[in-house]
């Protein structure tokens, strides 16, 4: 349904957790309600599957400064070293999750350097300025090891107080290991 290529599930894992936050001091709790894994994780030691996958899927934070991803740091858009790193252009204005907002597009000044291309989605209204979505790639010349693509998109809404919450974290990782294997397809 996403690459348009078939695509085996060799692994699936689900968890299904509370997140708690608090302002001062700060502090962040994760309650887990359950978890299921399937496939290579049940033949396979569960650790050392646990450990890759954790690596592979860290939470990703586009308002620090870096990204860690698959063991290397990323420059995030948002980062104050951005407008040295980025060349950002202003789209258009169109309609994301019922609000009006501008598209601004992002793309490293060199396209083999660690970073992202996409577009970021900021509403006109409010007094702060906000993100309402980011939809980002890696460059196609980036030297990743085995990763052929990547893509993360994340949708943002605002809670009491005009804190920002991650209403939805989605991350497509495509995988070539060795030259004439299939392609694995992580998501």
Same mark, same amino acid.
């Given at each position: 349904? @996403? ?5 085996? &599930? ?14 001062? &001091?700060? %502090? ?11 496939? @290579? ?6 650790? !050392?599957?646990?450990?890759? *996958? ?7 934070? @586009?308002?620090?400064?870096?990204? =860690?991803?698959? !063991? ?5 858009? *948002?980062? !104050? ?14 309609? /994301? ?9 992002? /793309? ?11 577009? $970021?989605? /900021?509403? $006109?209204?409010?007094? %702060? ?7 980002? !790639?890696?460059?196609?010349? @980036? ?19 005009? %804190?920002?919450?991650? *209403? ?13 294997? &299939?392609?694995?397809? =992580?998501?």
């Amino acid at each position: 349904d @996403i690459t348009g290529k078939a695509v085996l &599930p060799v692994s699936v894992r689900e968890k299904v957790a509370w997140n708690y936050y608090r302002r001062s &001091p700060k %502090t962040h709790r994760e309650w887990v309600e359950g978890t299921v894994a399937n496939g @290579i994780d049940e033949w396979l030691d569960g650790a !050392s599957v646990k450990t890759y *996958l954790d690596d592979m899927f860290r939470e990703v934070d @586009i308002y620090g400064n870096d990204v =860690a991803l698959l !063991s290397n740091r990323f420059v995030s858009p *948002l980062s !104050s070293l951005g407008p040295n790193f980025y060349k950002y252009y202003l789209n258009d204005t169109l309609e /994301v999750g019922g609000e009006r907002c501008v598209e601004l597009s992002f /793309v490293p000044f060199t396209s083999e350097t660690f970073g992202f291309t996409g577009r $970021l989605y /900021v509403p $006109l209204s409010g007094d %702060t300025l906000f993100v309402k979505r980011v939809s980002m !790639s890696v460059p196609r010349n @980036i030297n990743l090891n085995y990763v052929e693509r990547l893509h993360i998109e994340q949708d943002y809404g605002r809670g009491a107080g005009g %804190t920002r919450l991650k *209403l939805r974290d989605d991350m497509e990782v495509e995988l070539k290991m060795m030259p004439g294997t &299939p392609r694995l397809f =992580a998501r």
